[in-house]
C-alpha cells in the first residue's frame, strides 16, 4: 500500500507569480490547460497500489480547492483529501505534523512532491529503484542534471557513483559541489519520522526535510538517488509556468492526445501544440500556437495571431489582435489592432542541461525583460502595444506601455 502526500505551499509572500496568485491558489494556475496540481495527481493516481492522496498546505479551504479537489476525485476515482497546517511547517514540519493521517492504514512508502514542479513524475521507476535498493534505507530523491552554473540555486547531491547513495546534500551552496540537483520529488519510507522528530529538531517550529534531515542523513546509507533525463523545471515565475506548458503540451502526445487540438476545415488553424478548451470561441481565421493554451469560455476573433501563451478563462482577443509570450488573465480584453508581447525566458536551448533561470524582477535599475502578464479584468484599447509589462488586475489602459508594471 501507498499513499502520496503533495505540499501546495500558502498564500505567495512574493511577488514572482504575481498578479496571477491574486486570484487563483497557485497550485490551481492552469498549465496546459489543467490545475498545476492535477498533474501530479494524475501521476500519482497511475501507481499500483496507490490508496490516496493529500495535499498539506496552509491555504484556507475554499469553494476553488474543494471543487477541484472533489472533480479530482471522480475524475481519477482515488480519495484526495486537503490537510490545513496552522502555520508553515516547512516541508519536513508539515509531514511530521500530520504523520498520524500519513501513517493510517500502514503504507509501506509514500511519494512526497512540491507542488511547484512540472515533471513527467517518473514515480513507477523511483518505486522499482526503491525496491532494488532493500529496507534498510529511508528514502529516494529524484534528481536530475544541471549545468555547473545553475546547480548553485538548487540543493546539490553528491552521489557513489556505483551504490547511487546521498554521499553529501548541500542546499544551494555557495561554491561548485555537484551537477546532480534535488527535485523536490521524493519516495520516503515511514522510518523518515524517526528522523524528523528527533529531540534537537523537535523545538523547532520549521523543520525543511532540505537543510535539516538530508544533510544528516547523507553518508548514512539512509539515502540514495534516482536520477531522471526526463523533463523537470520549476514553477516559480509566470515566465515559468509558460514554459512548464510547452513540456506538457508536448507530453500530450503520449499521455492525453485528446487534449491537443488540431486542424480540421471551420477550425482555426493550428501550429504545433495547442490546448482549447471545449467552450473556447474561435474564429476560423484565427492562428494558434506553438505552445499555446485556451481556457474556458474565451472568445478570439478573426485574424488574431496567439503565440507561445496561456488565454485564461473568460478573455477576450478581439480582431487581429497579437498576442507572444505572455498570460492573459481571466476576462480580460485585449482590443483590435493590438499588440501583447513578452521577452521568453527559456533555458539555454544549446545546453542540454540547462534550467529556467530563477528570475529577478528587476536588473540594473529597470524592470527585467520577461513575459507579459495581464491580471484579472484587465483592458487593453485598440492599436496600442503592451511589451514587457505586468498589468495588476482590474485595469483600464488608454495607451502604451513597455517595460513596466502598472499598479
Not at 500519482?44 to 472533480?71: H, T, W
Not at 553529501?168 to 561548485?176: D, I, L, Q, Y
Not at 526535510?209 to 547523507?218: G, N, R, S, V, Y
Not at 510547452?246 to 488553424?269: C, F, I, M, S, V
Amino acid at each position: 500500500m501507498l499513499k502520496a502526500i503533495i505540499l501546495i505551499g500558502g498564500p505567495q509572500k512574493g511577488t514572482r507569480f504575481r498578479p496571477l496568485s491574486f486570484e487563483v491558489p497557485k497550485p490551481l494556475f492552469p498549465v496546459a490547460g489543467v490545475p498545476m496540481l492535477q498533474h501530479h495527481i494524475e501521476a500519482c493516481a497511475q501507481v499500483p497500489d496507490m490508496k490516496e492522496i493529500i495535499l498539506i498546505g496552509f491555504y484556507q479551504p475554499n469553494d476553488e480547492l474543494n471543487r477541484f479537489i472533489s472533480s479530482a476525485q471522480q475524475e481519477l476515482k482515488i480519495p484526495i483529501r486537503y490537510l490545513q497546517e496552522f502555520a508553515a511547517l516547512g516541508t519536513g514540519g508539515g509531514i511530521y505534523h500530520f504523520r498520524d493521517q500519513i501513517l493510517s492504514g500502514g503504507p509501506a512508502a509514500f511519494f512526497l512532491m512540491n507542488a511547484d514542479v512540472c515533471s513527467e513524475f517518473p514515480l513507477q521507476e523511483m518505486l522499482r529503484f526503491h525496491r532494488q535498493h532493500g529496507e534498510n534505507h529511508c528514502g529516494v530523491l529524484l534528481g536530475t542534471t544541471a549545468n555547473r552554473t545553475q546547480s548553485l540555486n538548487y540543493g546539490c547531491i553528491v552521489e557513489n557513483h556505483e551504490t547511487n547513495e546521498v554521499l553529501h546534500f548541500v542546499e544551494k551552496p555557495s561554491t561548485f559541489v555537484s551537477d546532480i540537483i534535488n527535485c523536490g520529488i521524493y519516495l520516503f519510507t515511514p522510518d523518515i519520522f524517526g528522523h524528523i522528530g528527533t529531540p534537537d529538531l523537535f523545538m523547532h517550529e520549521v523543520i525543511r526535510l532540505e537543510q535539516d534531515i538530508f544533510t544528516t542523513l547523507a553518508g548514512q546509507k539512509k539515502l540514495f538517488v534516482y536520477k531522471t533525463q526526463h523533463f523537470w523545471s520549476q514553477i516559480k515565475s509566470a515566465g515559468s509556468a509558460i514554459y512548464a506548458s510547452r513540456l506538457y503540451l508536448k507530453q500530450y502526445h503520449q499521455t492525453h492526445p485528446e487534449r491537443l487540438a488540431t486542424n480540421q476545415d471551420g477550425t482555426p488553424k493550428i501550429i504545433g501544440d495547442v490546448y482549447i478548451h471545449p467552450t473556447a470561441n474561435i474564429d476560423p481565421s484565427a492562428v494558434l500556437g506553438p505552445n499555446v493554451s485556451v481556457g474556458k469560455g474565451v472568445t478570439i476573433g478573426g485574424g488574431v495571431r496567439v503565440r507561445e501563451s496561456i488565454i485564461l478563462h473568460g478573455a477576450m482577443l478581439q480582431d487581429h489582435c497579437c498576442v507572444l509570450n505572455s498570460i492573459v488573465g481571466w476576462d480580460s480584453t485585449v482590443g483590435k489592432w493590438a499588440r501583447v508581447e513578452g521577452t521568453p525566458s527559456d533555458p539555454n536551448p544549446n545546453d542540454p542541461y540547462a534550467k529556467i533561470d530563477s528570475e529577478t524582477l528587476f536588473r540594473d535599475g529597470g524592470l527585467t525583460p520577461s513575459i507579459t502578464i495581464l491580471g484579472c479584468n484587465v483592458n487593453i484599447p485598440s492599436e496600442v502595444i503592451i511589451r514587457n509589462s505586468i498589468v495588476l488586475p482590474h485595469k483600464d489602459l488608454n495607451r502604451s506601455f513597455q517595460n513596466q508594471i502598472i499598479l
